[in-house]
């Protein structure tokens, strides 16, 4: 899974969310992200080396917590 927006670094995705910023996630081919429920994520976005993994909790759609 990836994020809406392709965050550089975890830290960065996890300081979006606490601000309230709205962050989806989406699949290149992986199928459709769950509405609600816990998500494994992964950045920076294809073609780029993926440097940061992490655990986001999304609730109606919205990431609304980063492990």
Request: hydrophobic residues 40%; without cysteine.
């Amino acid at each position: 899974m990836y994020t809406s927006k392709n965050f550089k670094s975890k830290k960065a995705f996890k300081d979006a969310v606490a601000a309230g910023e709205t962050v989806t996630l989406w699949s290149a081919g992986l199928g459709t992200p769950k509405a609600d429920g816990t998500e494994y994520v992964e950045g920076p976005h294809y073609p780029a080396a993926h440097s940061w993994y992490a655990v986001a909790t999304v609730k109606d759609g919205v990431v609304v917590k980063v492990k």
